[in-house]
């Protein structure tokens, strides 16, 4: 009988502020397995042009950020139970949450060269499976072979909601209308970009959180887990 390498690769996307890290990152934890914030590694990438004045009220010279591309190493560490991102080596974990990060990386985001460049440092990430990456493409583009997909979703006021308790509780200054605008435009960036729009792979399971409670949630995901590998074998 010939078994199954139980390592598998878990892809997890959906709406900005779907609460798809949080699931993602519990389910890794619970598993096993290692995660992957990919929206980390677009918004390190902004914070780079940011810093390097190559963003210029949301214009991005698109030309100038493509070339540094190669200057631009993204990684994680692991901090206590929680992943930090790295921006050519430095810390940039609270950073890059910030509104003005927020606001800019849609546009960085929706660039060729950019998602290319990471596109291949996430295929690579997940070489030796055993990985959970959340994202907007990952079960479209990054890994359309993954063993499981999940799209998750829930209203625009519910993730504005959200998102506006996350920032005010770390001392962020913003009203719930600038966080609802600004979700509601990054949705529509997001799916209206060319390259690798948002968008659910035909074969994801969707998974709707607006009335769920994140205990049911991860449960929900545990089984789909299983069931899938169980399917395996
Ligand atoms: O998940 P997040 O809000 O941190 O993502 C930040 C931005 O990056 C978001 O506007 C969409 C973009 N993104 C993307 O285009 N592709 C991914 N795989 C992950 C994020």
Same mark, same amino acid.
């Given at each position: 009988m010939t078994t199954t390498n139980k390592n598998i690769i878990i892809a997890i996307d959906g709406y900005s502020s779907s609460g798809k890290s949080s699931m993602a990152r519990a389910l890794a934890h619970s598993i096993g397995y290692r995660y992957i914030d990919t929206g980390a590694m677009y918004r390190a990438v902004t914070l780079y042009a940011m810093r390097h004045s190559m963003i210029s009220n949301g214009i991005v010279a698109t030309e100038e950020l493509s070339s540094a591309l190669s200057s631009i190493k993204v990684d994680f560490k692991v901090v206590g139970d929680k992943q930090h991102t790295l921006l050519n080596g430095e810390d940039v974990e609270d950073e890059i949450r910030e509104l003005a990060v927020s606001n800019n990386v849609s546009q960085v985001a929706a660039i060729p060269a950019v998602r290319h460049h990471l596109v291949a440092i996430q295929q690579s990430l997940g070489n030796e499976k055993g990985i959970v990456m959340d994202g =907007?493409?990952?079960?479209?583009?990054?890994?359309?072979?993954?063993e499981l997909k999940i799209f998750v979703n829930a209203s625009a006021e519910t993730r504005a909601q959200r998102r506006f308790k996350e920032l005010t509780e770390k001392g962020t200054t913003t009203t719930y209308q600038e966080v609802l605008d600004n979700i509601k435009q990054r949705d529509h960036i997001d799916e209206t =970009?060319?390259?690798?729009?948002l968008r659910k792979a035909a074969d994801a399971v969707m998974l709707d959180n607006s009335q769920m409670t994140i205990e049911v949630q991860n449960a929900r995901l545990l089984e789909l887990y299983h069931t899938t590998l169980e399917h395996l074998n």
């Open positions: =907007r493409d990952i079960g479209t583009t990054v890994f359309p072979n993954a =970009r060319e390259e690798s729009p």
